[in-house]
Nanobody, 130 residues
Framework: QVQLVESGGGLVQAGGSLRVSCTASGRTFSRYTMGWFRQAPGKEREFVGHIRWSGGSDYYTYYDNSVKGRFTISRDNFKNTVYLQMNGLKSEDTAVYYC????????????????????WGQGTQVTVSS
């Protein structure tokens, strides 16, 4: 069983930056795909981005178009932690942000859908004031 604990949410002005962290338990963290999703009030949970193991010590990231160029996902396997760095925040980025972990999947899995993930954090609120 993997537990995910998030931290770092808060209130920020539009145009500002915020970093959210997610620390995982588990001995095989380095092979997990770590994803970020968000859910705004009255809306469905939506994909933000992920960082996915591609073999050896290589990873690649993928972002939704709505955050591409503004958000960056990184990971520190020694700390079992994944980060979501958010720059150029907009009011429409206001949501509860969730990290999620998935055990290795076939390369055909998109890892952009919530049901492809096995474990979830409790969520952290990010509010962007305009």
């Amino acid at each position: 069983q993997v537990q995910l604990v998030e931290s770092g949410g808060g209130l920020v002005q539009a145009g500002g930056s915020l970093r959210v962290s997610c620390t995982a338990s588990g001995r095989t963290f380095s092979r997990y795909t770590m994803g970020w999703f968000r859910q705004a009030p009255g809306k469905e949970r939506e994909f933000v981005g992920h960082i996915r193991w591609s073999g050896g010590s290589d990873y690649y990231t993928y972002y939704d178009n709505s955050v591409k160029g503004r958000f960056t996902i990184s990971r520190d396997n020694f700390k079992n932690t994944v980060y979501l760095q958010m720059n150029g925040l907009k009011s429409e980025d206001t949501a509860v942000y969730y990290c999620a972990a998935a055990e290795p999947r076939p390369v055909t899995a998109t890892m952009r859908r919530w049901h492809e993930y096995d474990y979830w954090g409790q969520g952290t609120q990010v509010t962007v004031s305009s």
